[in-house]
């Protein structure tokens, strides 16, 4: 019993990390995506780097909670389908980036990533709510 109260417990402190990291990094990734549609010389290329490490965290962080039994939580289904939303949307966006389609990488990010983002942020939000004691 002792094992699981701590699997959980530490199930509990990363699906909190998790949520507090997608609030702030919502509004990040959101003016990244507006950068895309201003002045060719101000395109931040140079950032992407940094939101495919964003992404790839996401996934590590998803795929860890997952093995360490988060299906417990209640919602956590609505965060995987969301997940494998988020991954298709991926595959688009980097069509976009080797293309070097800047209103592309912008529409996909702003329209299909970001919302996709916040729904996975509002389930994380709800099982913090309900679940993380």
Do not use: C
């Amino acid at each position: 019993m002792m094992e699981t109260n701590n699997v959980r417990s530490q199930l509990n402190e990363v699906i909190l990390s998790f949520e507090q990291y997608l609030n702030r990094s919502l509004p990040v990734i959101k003016d990244q995506a507006d950068r895309f549609y201003k002045s060719l010389e101000h395109q931040p290329w140079s950032e992407l780097p940094q939101l495919a490490e964003a992404f790839s965290w996401i996934f590590q962080v998803f795929e860890s909670m997952t093995q360490a039994g988060a299906s417990s939580y209640e919602g956590w289904h609505e965060v995987e389908n969301a997940i494998i939303k988020f991954s298709n949307e991926l595959e688009g966006l980097y069509e976009a980036i080797s293309a070097q389609d800047s209103v592309a990488i912008g529409d996909i990010l702003n329209y299909e990533v970001l919302p996709i983002l916040e729904k996975i942020h509002g389930f994380l939000v709800i099982i913090v709510e309900q679940e993380v004691t």
